[in-house]
């Protein structure tokens, strides 16, 4: 199957984001892959995985690295494949869900990452909490960020049945206007470039075009039930969990109080919501939200 690679030459200089490059090799099926992640810090601190989603890569978390690092934190940011310096294919076939959660699964276990701080945003979220409830032992605490977990048993919003139906109707998947779309403030035009760097054409975007396609937004979708039986372990796990969301993102409103009524290691925490913060929340607030994180690991270390 023929393999995708960004030529490195796109993320060249770009701004705000001066991490050495990291790969590890994942596999599903025998599909040897490279992953590319952010490893910074020192390599026995304790670990913060930070997990982005649609239609974004580890450029996104730029501005959080460096306040972790020096809290005493070692950060860890891959790249989904499909996305940033990561391999891509060209096709839609082999991007599912379950792929994404083993490859995110192959990452930790190669990496031999335990006592996992995890931050997770939009489908940072749908995988990274599917991997929690399948391997609770590896994860300390967690931060959720505009996200959620859903199982179909609720419709969609509007808002999301018109993202689904405009990411398979646009002829150009324009990346970096979905960002700023998704944000409160506007996108330095460096930023947006850096957002469409790891796609030089439509051949590449297969992941984001497919991603949209993979939420269970009914119970005929096969990753329902096992959604639904995540939620079953999520519910019964005692690890602390902090929600901080944004008040302006459509896609997300109101899943933060989900989680609280639904995780019992919310009660008695700090949840925050903040004012005019809509979906990348690390765009709009990611000092906000790595001080509101670095604060909660550090009080339940």
Request: with cysteine; proline share 6%; hydrophobic share 40%.
């Amino acid at each position: 199957m023929p393999i995708l690679k960004t030529p490195l030459k796109r993320f060249e200089n770009l701004t705000e984001y001066p991490f050495e490059a990291n790969y590890c090799n994942v596999s599903v099926d025998e599909t040897e892959l490279q992953m590319h992640y952010v490893d910074e810090g020192d390599k026995d601190s304790p670990v913060i995985l930070m997990l982005h989603g649609e239609p974004t890569w580890s450029y996104l978390y730029r501005n959080m690295v460096k306040h972790a690092v020096e809290n005493g934190f070692r950060v860890i940011v891959p790249d989904l494949i499909g996305f940033g310096k990561s391999d891509k294919f060209d096709n839609k076939a082999p991007y599912t869900y379950a792929n994404f959660i083993q490859w995110i699964t192959n990452f930790i276990k190669k990496l031999a990452l335990k006592n996992i701080n995890l931050i997770c945003q939009d489908w940072g979220g749908l995988i990274g909490l599917r991997v929690l409830a399948a391997e609770p032992e590896l994860f300390k605490n967690l931060v959720v960020a505009n996200t959620f977990l859903p199982t179909g048993e609720e419709p969609m919003n509007e808002a999301f049945q018109n993202w689904q139906t405009f990411s398979q109707t646009v002829e150009v998947f324009p990346v970096s206007q979905i960002v700023q779309r998704g944000c409160k403030r506007e996108l330095s035009e460096a930023e947006r470039y850096a957002y469409d760097a790891p796609f030089p054409d439509e051949s590449y975007k297969w992941g984001v075009r497919q991603f949209p396609l993979l939420v269970p937004t009914s119970t005929d979708n096969p990753e329902s039930s096992n959604n639904k039986q995540a939620w079953l372990v999520l519910k019964s796990l005692s690890l602390p969990v902090l929600t901080v969301f944004g008040d302006s993102d459509p896609i997300t409103k109101g899943a933060d109080k989900a989680f609280q009524r639904m995780m019992k290691g919310c009660e008695g925490q700090a949840h925050a919501v903040l004012k005019d913060v809509a979906h990348f929340i690390q765009e709009d607030a990611s000092q906000k939200l790595i001080e509101n994180a670095v604060t909660f690991f550090r009080a339940n270390s």
